[in-house]
């Protein structure tokens, strides 16, 4: 049979962000493929060296437009560890508060960037909809959509009062009626499984192979979540279950992602009735002594990680980041073989891959 080379980017409707694939389809099978980055790179790393640490905060926020907090609460994580700060445990709650509602964002923007690509154009507009009551509570809390600015080294800038929380409580509850009418959607519609069941299969062992990690990883029943496993910020003070599944392909993709902003809307909930009172805030020195320090959080896509280095200036020596997406890519041409060309769009969508986080 005769084999043909289909490129796919670095623009494609099928790809949210600027990514290259050259597919090798025998018939309507594809059977190679071959990855290039490098479209987006802009030399993060390289200008965290060239900052304060002070000023970071603000560069690793724009490492990703989608999951901007965590960037800077596991940067900040880190950068506290190296001056033995004790962040106020209010300040904690917060940061975790919005870490949560960024899931929730996150996976809805993901269920409607799928739903488009398989033709569920319904589903997509509903999804995107209900993603504003997130991107709107953090916007109140914060002041920005996209970059909120909410943590600073040694705690964070924002606070919420009564009433908010009042306001914030009601619309998590109309949120989490909407998620009930999508789960239904994925968990009865036929044509909805009929284009994700089987598709861009990976099993537990693959996963472990590439080291892959968040929802991907646990759609493939591989019970990883660093919330739980390594907590941080306020995670060990709620409650909440690590949601997994075990056919390993974007149908499971989508149960695990959908019944996570079922428990993200649950940990809010805790975080708001159990808010302690207190600063917000540690005086922290502008220098940092010398040292290295490890720090880790979940993102909404899976581990991230943060390699810190000081030399006892203001500014960091080295700053190492590893995203989510980094092990996924190298994973798609193992998920890609032997799915239908027509499928593609499936799969891309299916691992929500963030080429800016990856490429930086």
Same mark, same amino acid.
């Given at each position: 049979?005769?084999?043909?080379?289909?490129?796919?980017?670095?623009?494609?409707?099928?790809?949210?962000?600027? &990514?290259?694939?050259?597919?090798?389809?025998?018939?309507?099978?594809?059977?190679?493929?071959?990855?290039?980055?490098?479209?987006?790179?802009?030399?993060?790393?390289?200008?965290?060296?060239?900052?304060?640490?002070? =000023?970071?905060?603000?560069?690793?926020?724009?490492?990703?437009?989608?999951?901007?907090?965590?960037?800077?609460?596991?940067?900040?994580?880190?950068?506290?560890?190296?001056?033995?700060?004790?962040?106020?445990?209010?300040?904690?709650?917060?940061?975790?508060?919005?870490?949560?509602?960024?899931?929730?964002?996150?996976?809805?923007?993901?269920?409607?960037?799928?739903?488009?690509?398989? /033709?569920?154009?319904?589903?997509?507009?509903?999804?995107?909809?209900?993603?504003?009551?997130?991107?709107?509570?953090?916007?109140?809390?914060?002041?920005?959509?996209?970059?909120?600015?909410?943590?600073?080294?040694?705690?964070?800038?924002?606070?919420?009062?009564?009433?908010?929380?009042?306001?914030?409580?009601?619309?998590?509850?109309?949120?989490?009626?909407?998620?009930?009418?999508?789960?239904?959607?994925?968990?009865?519609?036929?044509?909805?499984?009929?284009?994700?069941? /089987?598709?861009?299969?990976?099993?537990?062992?693959?996963?472990?192979?590439?080291?892959?990690? /968040?929802?991907?990883?646990?759609?493939?029943?591989?019970?990883?979540? &660093?919330?739980?496993?390594?907590?941080?910020?306020?995670?060990?003070?709620?409650?909440?279950?690590?949601?997994?599944?075990?056919?390993?392909?974007?149908?499971?993709?989508?149960?695990?992602?959908?019944?996570?902003?079922?428990?993200?809307?649950?940990?809010?909930? =805790?975080? &708001?009735?159990?808010?302690?009172?207190?600063? &917000?805030?540690?005086?922290?020195?502008?220098?940092?002594?010398?040292?290295?320090?490890?720090?880790? /959080?979940?993102?909404?896509?899976?581990?991230?990680?943060?390699?810190?280095?000081?030399?006892?200036?203001?500014?960091?020596?080295?700053?190492?980041?590893?995203?989510?997406?980094?092990?996924?890519?190298?994973?798609?041409?193992?998920?890609?073989?032997?799915?239908?060309?027509?499928?593609?769009?499936?799969?891309?969508?299916?691992?929500?891959?963030?080429?800016?986080?990856?490429?930086?």
């Amino acid at each position: 049979m005769t084999r043909i080379t289909i490129p796919i980017g670095p623009q494609h409707p099928a790809l949210k962000e600027p &990514l290259s694939f050259l597919l090798t389809a025998e018939g309507e099978r594809i059977v190679d493929s071959v990855l290039r980055l490098g479209y987006v790179h802009r030399g993060l790393e390289r200008i965290c060296q060239q900052r304060s640490y002070v =000023q970071n905060v603000h560069v690793v926020e724009r490492v990703c437009g989608i999951c901007s907090h965590v960037h800077t609460t596991v940067y900040c994580q880190g950068v506290e560890a190296l001056l033995g700060l004790q962040v106020p445990p209010r300040a904690l709650y917060l940061r975790t508060l919005m870490c949560e509602l960024e899931r929730i964002h996150s996976h809805l923007l993901w269920l409607g960037v799928l739903a488009e690509h398989i /033709g569920f154009t319904t589903i997509f507009m509903y999804a995107w909809r209900d993603r504003e009551i997130a991107l709107d509570i953090m916007e109140e809390l914060s002041g920005g959509r996209v970059a909120h600015a909410a943590n600073v080294i040694g705690g964070v800038r924002i606070d919420v009062d009564e009433a908010q929380m009042d306001s914030i409580l009601v619309r998590l509850d109309d949120l989490e009626r909407q998620i009930e009418t999508f789960l239904g959607v994925i968990q009865h519609e036929r044509s909805f499984q009929a284009r994700t069941r /089987g598709v861009g299969h990976l099993s537990a062992d693959q996963v472990r192979r590439y080291c892959v990690v /968040g929802p991907v990883a646990r759609a493939s029943g591989v019970d990883v979540d &660093l919330r739980r496993d390594a907590p941080y910020a306020a995670y060990d003070r709620v409650n909440f279950r690590v949601i997994t599944a075990q056919a390993g392909d974007v149908w499971a993709c989508t149960v695990v992602r959908t019944l996570e902003i079922v428990e993200s809307l649950h940990i809010c909930r =805790q975080l &708001l009735a159990e808010l302690p009172a207190g600063p &917000l805030t540690v005086r922290a020195p502008r220098r940092v002594p010398p040292g290295e320090v490890v720090s880790r /959080g979940e993102a909404p896509r899976g581990e991230l990680i943060y390699y810190i280095r000081s030399d006892g200036s203001d500014r960091p020596a080295r700053v190492k980041i590893r995203t989510p997406t980094l092990t996924t890519l190298l994973i798609l041409p193992d998920q890609l073989r032997g799915v239908h060309t027509a499928d593609m769009p499936a799969v891309l969508a299916g691992v929500d891959l963030c080429i800016a986080c990856a490429d930086r």
